[in-house]
């Protein structure tokens, strides 16, 4: 049953969140994939990491495919409540039900309509990337095609930059805008990856969302991230970023397995 009080005070601290978030250069920076219901993931990751030495990024999608989503959302939510300047929550497209709806939706379907309804609306109150001024960029998918960083802040949900960081894919090829992919998931290649990343200044991506991708792409700068069994055995990693790291690429960061 939901915790009404409780998804307030979350859906207030989300509020007070740019879409883009800011991450301190003083602090070591813990990027975590797609979690997907794994509740048991998830507590591994805060045992470890969740004090004041880290800020954790999570990359989204938190519910749905895993055995207990409820569990590990509650965790997340809790976690977030207890210390809202440790840990972000970015929106995945498994937290997008309020904006378009998916399939397999397990995790929203199970729910009574009005849960349903107040969950929803307060994800989709969730940030969208955050941003390191090592030149690392977080989000779920894919880049955005923007001028300026903080373009990210003023990305409307269901926009086709919405799209693309919470339903975008990479493919290891040259090309622009690709045939749909996985799914039919907007798909994109390693022009638009370095177009994207010299007109931002990035050097570095780390982004979670497609099972299938290689652990980097386009010649280290893109890392994709899992932390969830939900897509079967697997290798659960994290990255951390540590305070002054000279990034050049994704590879800069360091890989742990949880």
């Known amino acids: 049953?939901?915790?009404?009080?409780?998804?307030?005070?979350?859906?207030?601290?989300?509020?007070?969140?740019?879409?883009?978030?800011?991450?301190?250069?003083?602090k070591a920076i813990v990027f975590v994939g797609d979690t997907h219901g794994d509740r048991q993931a998830t507590e591994e990751v805060l045992r470890r990491f969740f004090d004041a030495r880290h800020v954790l990024v999570f990359l989204g999608d938190y519910v749905d495919r895993g055995e207990d989503s409820g569990g590990n959302l509650g965790v997340l939510m809790a976690a977030k409540l207890a210390h809202p300047d440790r840990i972000f929550l970015l929106m995945g497209n498994h937290e997008a039900w309020a904006v378009a709806p998916f399939t397999?939706?397990?995790?929203?379907?199970?729910l009574p309509s009005r849960e349903e309804r107040a969950l929803a609306e307060t994800l989709s109150l969730l940030p969208l990337a955050a941003h390191h001024p090592a030149g690392v960029l977080a989000l779920h998918g894919a880049l955005p095609d923007v001028e300026r960083l903080?373009?990210?802040?003023?990305?409307?949900?269901?926009?086709?930059n919405w799209r693309k960081i919470t339903w975008g894919d990479?493919?290891?090829?040259?090309?622009?805008?690709?045939?749909p992919g996985f799914f039919g998931?907007?798909?994109y290649g390693r022009d638009y990856f370095e177009e994207i990343m010299g007109r931002l200044?990035?050097?570095?991506?780390?982004?979670?969302?497609?099972?299938d991708a290689p652990l980097y792409l386009f010649g280290g700068r893109c890392l994709t991230l899992f932390t969830s069994r939900?897509?079967?055995?697997?290798?659960?990693?994290?990255?951390?970023?540590?305070?002054?790291?000279?990034?050049?690429?994704a590879a800069d960061l360091a890989l742990f397995e949880i």
């Open 201 to 211: 200044g990035l050097k570095a991506l780390v982004r979670a969302h497609q099972p």
């Open 104 to 110: 397999p939706a397990d995790f929203w379907r199970s």
């Open 230 to 249: 939900a897509y079967g055995p697997r290798e659960l990693r994290v990255a951390l970023l540590y305070p002054g790291t000279q990034v050049r690429s």
């Open 150 to 160: 903080e373009q990210i802040e003023a990305i409307a949900l269901g926009s086709a």
């Open 1 to 26: 049953m939901l915790d009404w009080a409780k998804l307030a005070r979350f859906r207030e601290v989300l509020a007070g969140e740019s879409r883009l978030v800011r991450l301190p250069p003083d």
């Open 170 to 179: 990479w493919v290891d090829g040259p090309g622009y805008c690709l045939d």
């Open 185 to 187: 998931r907007p798909a």
